[in-house]
Each structure stands twice: as C-alpha cells, then as structure tokens.
C-alpha cells in the first residue's frame, strides 16, 4: 500500500486505541466514580446514539462539497475537545454536553476515513484494503481496552481522568497524522436539484443502495446492536455466565477476528458478496443455536461457558468475513464523488441499528429466553433471505469485483456490444 493509506490506516488503529482506553469503562465513570447515578449513565449512552444521528445526515454532503480530510480534521479536534471534558466533567450537564460533543466527532469520523480509503484504493485493492481498516480497529480496541483496565481505579477519579486525556491526546496525534496526507483530485461534484434534499432523493433511487441500507440495517441490528446489551443480559440470566466469562466471550470475538480476519479475504475475494453475506447469515443462525443450548440446554455449567464463548466467536467470524465485503460494496454502488454521501447513510443506518437494537434485545434476554433466541435465529436466516434478493439488483462486476480482470467477461462484453451494435 502507498504511504497515503499507510497514514490513514495508523490513524484507524490511534483512533480505535484511544476509544479503547475509555468505551469499557464509562458507565462505571459517570454512575460510580462521579456518582451522578444510573440514569445518567444510561443517557449518555444514549446521547451517543442520538449525537450521530443528528450529525451524520450533514456529514455526507460535507464531504462531498469539501472533501472528506477537512471534515475528519474538524471531528477528531470536536472528539477531543469531547473527550477531554468528559474527563474532567462533574456534573450531568458537563457530562451529557460532553458526550454529544465526543459522539458526534466519532460518529463523523466513521465516513470521512472510509470515503479516504475509498480514495485512495482501487476497485481491485478496496476488499483489502477495509479487510486492514476492520483488523486494524479491533486490535486497537482490544490493546487500549487491555491498557486502560490497567490503568483505572474505580477509587480514583483522576485515572479516569487520564484515561480521557489519553483518549484525547490520541484524536490529536491523528490530526497531525491526517493533515500531512495529500488528497488525489477529484471531479467537483455539482450540487443536485434541491440542494441537500436532493442529493438524499438521488441516492433513494438507487434501488440497490436502499436494498444494502435493509441488509445493513439487520446485520447491525441482529449482531452489533446485542453484544453489550441482549447478548450479554441472556448469558448472565439465561446461561449464568460470570462476568469474568463474558469479558473471555468479548475477547474470543476479538481474537477470532483478529486471527481470521486476513485467513478468510483471498476466499472472499473471488466469491459473489451477495453470498458472502448470505453465508454470514447462516453462520450467525447457527451461533444463536448455540446461544440456545448455552441458556436452554440445561447442560453443565462449564458446557454453558464454552458454547456462549463461542457464540462470540461465531459472530467474530462472520464479521471478518463482512468488513472486506459491505463497505467497498457501498463505494461501488456511489456514483462518482458521492462515495461520503453513501458512506454517510450506510453509517446513518448502522447508528439507527445500534440504537434499537439494545432497547429491543435487552429486555428479551434477561426475561425472554427462548423468545429472544428464536427472534435473533430468525433475524439471521433473513439475513440471507435479503442478500439473495440485494445480489439481484447488482452488476456482475458490482457482485464480485474479481470478474472485471476475467478475460472471459471481456469477451462477453465485446459480444454484447456487438449484438447491440447489428441490432
């Protein structure tokens, strides 16, 4: 890879290294630590999902109009402003106003680095490409998480306070790292009839977009949005897994992908993404029915914990196999110099799942036992059901990038350009 995407993926792992440090940690630092309750906790999870959403709408024609370098400057420098108060923060006021400031600045940093890679990356080299972006976050959310369990006491608000200075610290070594990246040049994009509105009218249009929008919205929904919330409510009540097994269960995921993730690209590569993401579903299908026999098997409890470590594992697997998948699928849905515009959305989408799908699940796995397995087995099998039906709106080429070098699909063309020429 050229030195352009070297810098920009050093600035995926910071990025993700510096989340790392405080993501596990900021319920126990805004309920316990600075005792403003659990309530307030709960908020400013919430605020997170809802500063996203507010921002991510305007953050795709940002980058379109500006480019997607001057809008992640603006976000790590808001990210870190975020964070740094966030550590500081004592009241709820200070602490909600922060978080926003800190989500939104994450939030917006998601499309501005994808639309970099896209930029930077051919169709040829884009699965790799996201497949190193998706490595590269995972590590660094494990080795900062690893770090800052280290590091904080729960006694001392002043380690928190150094873990959200590191946080801080390291969305502002990427600000360094970023300005000095060149950006190729690009056709200026013309502003669409009816200015913002009719830029998202555009992309509605695109039949093909709005069916991965679907598929993404229930992948993110079915797998992401139940990690922490769901997931780990049924193990704990279900399957009566300690919390030390479902920190193991967090880190198997982790390390399956970490491992995997590079193992299963040359094999991605060269097979349709529609049925890429339709094994996906299946294997998720099947992680839940061990989910099923780790809470309803009534087996032993050391049976319990391996089968729930796995379920995590399973997931971990099949999210190695949707990095280098879903997002170079995206770009090459975007016309030319939209890729921030449908970055943006399919980002906007991911949020909107990550919201729901906590309040949804949440309830269900620590009440609703066998109903929340059989809800989420179901949601998975549909996960396949959708990429069948997504692989009928795409070009050969846009199913499986890896046809456009076949000499065999060059000679199909020069056929049909004939027939379409005596025609």
Known sequence: MGAEMRRIHVGNALSAFGLGFTVPYLYVYVAQVRDLGA??????????AVAALVVLPFAGRAIVRRGPLPVLLAALVTASLGALSLGLASSSTTVLLSAAALGAGQAVMQPALATMIV????????????ATQFFLQNLGLGVGGLIGGHLVDASRASSFTLLFSIEAAM?????????????????????????????????????????????????????????????????????????????????????????AQFAVLRFV?????????????????????????????????????????????????????????????????????????????????????????PAVGGPMGASLHAPYVVTFLLFSLGIT?????????????????????????????ASAESVQTAA
């Open 39 to 48: 309530m307030t906790a709960g908020l400013v999870l919430a605020v997170f």
């Open 119 to 130: 930029d930077f990356s051919s169709a040829e080299t884009r699965s790799r490409a996201f």
């Open 171 to 259: 969305f502002l070594l990427l600000v360094v790292i970023m300005a000095t990246v060149r950006m190729p040049r690009t056709a200026k994009v013309e502003a669409a009839p009816g200015g913002a509105g009719g830029s998202w009218k555009q992309l509605l249009g695109n039949r093909a977009m709005v069916q991965l929008c679907v598929v993404g919205f229930v992948l993110f929904f079915a797998c992401y949005g139940q990690f922490e919330s769901g997931l780990s409510a049924y193990g704990v009540e279900a399957a009566g897994i300690s919390t030390s097994a479902l920190g193991t269960a967090l880190a198997a995921n982790t390390a399956m992908i970490v491992v």
């Open 269 to 357: 590569e060269r097979r349709k993404r529609s049925r890429v993401i339709g094994a996906v579903g299946l294997i998720w299908a099947f992680a839940w029915v061990v989910a099923g026999y780790a809470g309803l098997g009534h087996g032993s409890q050391t049976m319990a914990t391996a089968a729930f470590v796995s379920t995590y594992a399973l997931f971990g697997l099949g999210e190695a196999m949707l990095s280098p998948t879903v997002a170079p699928l995206v770009a090459d849905l975007a016309p030319s110099g939209m890729a921030g515009q449908y970055n943006s959305a399919f980002a906007l989408v991911k949020q909107l799942a990550l919201a729901v799908g």
């Open 385 to 413: 059901f959708l990429a069948v039906r997504l692989g009928k709106q795409l070009t050969p080429v846009q199913n499986q990038p890896s046809l456009a070098k076949s000499r065999i699909v060059a000679r199909g063309g």
